[in-house]
């Protein structure tokens, strides 16, 4: 079910590329790829608050998710001249904070939005 939804969730990105192209801010790819998402029917969820539980305490830590789509993805998005292998281990560490099993890196400063593109299982 996630391969389908992911799978859609890239079309929408490659729309949103398609009219911006590379160059802008991260806050209005996420935005603009919101919107889409939720012209395309997705349930999406944005700046979500991602709390850390310590010592059995759930804290506010300051984390956000950029968007979270269906419940069950998270998107973590980016505009950098490339990937770094710290924006993965964020990703990986949001997913395992949160419980969720699949989330997509989209680094929207590219030329060709396939090479900014990591779906990554935790």
Do not use: W
């Not at 979500?48 to 059995?56: E, G, K």
């Amino acid at each position: 079910m996630t391969d389908n939804i992911t799978y859609k969730i890239i079309g929408c990105a490659y729309k949103v590329h398609t009219a911006l192209g590379p160059g802008l801010l991260e806050s209005t790819y996420e935005v603009c790829l919101e919107s889409e998402l939720l012209q395309s029917g997705f349930h999406v969820s944005r700046q979500l608050a991602l709390p850390v539980v310590y010592n059995n305490i759930k804290l506010d830590a300051g984390y956000r998710i950029d968007l979270m789509v269906e419940n069950m993805i998270i998107i973590e998005m980016k505009s950098v001249e490339s990937l770094a292998p710290v924006h993965t281990a964020q990703l990986l560490t949001y997913l395992k904070l949160s419980n969720i099993k699949v989330g997509l890196l989209i680094n929207f400063n590219e030329t060709d939005l396939k090479n900014g593109i990591k779906r990554l299982v935790n």
